[in-house]
Antibody, heavy 119, light 107 residues
């Protein structure tokens, strides 16, 4: 059974940093592109970042470029999102998701971890 | 960036109804479109990919159609479990973008 379990969310002050992690199991992690998607409270979905199978290619939405870094450890079946210079508008549930083959849609999602940026 | 616009934003319907949700892309995305259903407090669940392909395990009452810039998600006969929010997503180019969502509520 495919499982994605996020951790690392919490309350952080504006300008602060947080590192999210996603533990993957039940599939060959190194064969999948992986994604972070967020959802602000009561709002819609926003793709944040993704990374290719071996970690050599990354993409980011413009609003997080230069502040967030996605990474993966295929030996540990884990995906991370380092978030720096956090802003109030980064407040959201952050989901880890698996991409399907070479297509950038998502067939499995974690339950999400809440990040709140507030003073 | 490709903008995805869904209509309507809210839809009221009854069990057994046939409903259609529309998603329009600001430029052609070929068939690179997915539909998701999201229930409160849960992550989204993919229903349709490549505009019209049914994801494994999804009931056949869900169907998708369209290509280019206009797409539809149809539920042939609404069941009580179907009331939720639906999102389209284009994956033709970066940044990946979602529609704003369509909330399907019980009439």
């Amino acid at each position: 059974e495919v499982q994605l379990v996020e951790s690392g969310g919490g309350l952080v002050q504006p300008g602060g940093s947080l590192r999210l992690s996603c533990a993957a199991s039940g599939f060959t992690f190194s064969s999948s592109w992986m994604y972070w998607v967020r959802q602000a409270p009561g709002q819609g979905l926003e793709w944040v970042a993704n990374i290719n199978r071996d970690g050599s290619v990354e993409h980011y939405v413009d609003s997080v470029k230069g502040r967030f870094t996605i990474s993966r450890d295929n030996a540990k079946n884990s995906l991370d999102l380092q978030m720096n210079s956090l802003r109030a508008e980064d407040t959201a549930i952050y989901y880890c998701a698996r991409g399907v083959d070479n297509s950038a849609y998502f067939d499995y999602w974690g339950q999400g971890t809440l990040v709140t940026v507030s003073s | 960036d490709i903008q995805m616009t869904q209509s309507p934003s809210t839809l009221s319907a009854s069990v057994g109804d046939r409903v259609t949700i529309t998603c329009r892309a600001s430029q052609s995305i070929s068939s690179s479109l997915a539909w998701y259903q999201q229930k409160p407090g849960k992550p989204p669940n993919v229903l349709i990919y490549k505009a019209s392909s049914l994801q494994s395990g999804v009931p056949s009452r869900f169907s998708g159609s369209g290509s280019g810039t206009e797409f539809t998600l149809t539920i042939s006969s609404l069941q009580p479990d179907d009331f939720a929010t639906f999102y389209c997503q284009q994956y033709n180019s970066y940044p990946l973008t979602f529609g704003q969502g369509t909330r399907l509520e019980i009439k």
